[in-house]
């Protein structure tokens, strides 16, 4: 276990799985998040002076710690919610391999050895899709 302050997880809250889709996607592919992890959650807030339940989708992000702010703004730049949740989380501890797999898919450059996977070659990656 490696303890760093080097790293971070940033959540946003989107109301459809399409739009956390779609910013998680994106996310990675700018190289501004190394994985994103979606799923369903059932949010209580106050809103314009009501309280409001509504069920939205939550997306982890697993960056750098020198890429939140690139990351927060990315995000608020292409969310649907006119005031999105954008919260970041330093990583105070965390497996070393991991952390290390993390700063090399965030790294400005693309050059070098292609980047090894976290998850071993013989773990079959599946998709969960929520019930209705």
């Known amino acids: 276990m490696t303890t760093t302050p080097d790293h971070a997880v940033v959540t946003t809250t989107t109301a459809t799985e399409a739009a956390a889709r779609?910013?998680?996607?994106?996310?990675?592919?700018?190289?501004?998040?190394?994985c994103a992890q979606i799923y369903p959650i059932s949010s209580v807030y106050r809103w314009e002076g009501a309280i409001a339940q509504d069920r939205e989708w939550r997306v982890d992000f697993k960056t750098r710690g020198d890429l939140v702010e690139r990351l927060s703004a990315f995000l608020t730049e292409h969310h649907d919610?006119?005031?999105?949740?954008?919260?970041?989380?330093p990583v105070v501890a965390g497996s070393a391999g991991y952390l290390?797999?993390?700063?090399?898919?965030?790294?400005?450059?693309?050059?070098?050895?292609?980047?090894?996977?976290?998850?071993?070659a013989s773990t079959p990656v599946q998709e969960i899709r929520p019930t209705a």
């Open 22 to 34: 779609t910013l998680a996607a994106r996310a990675v592919e700018e190289r501004l998040a190394a």
């Open 81 to 89: 919610y006119e005031t999105p949740e954008v919260i970041a989380v």
């Open 100 to 120: 290390d797999w993390v700063t090399r898919e965030t790294r400005p450059d693309r050059s070098g050895p292609a980047p090894v996977s976290p998850r071993p």
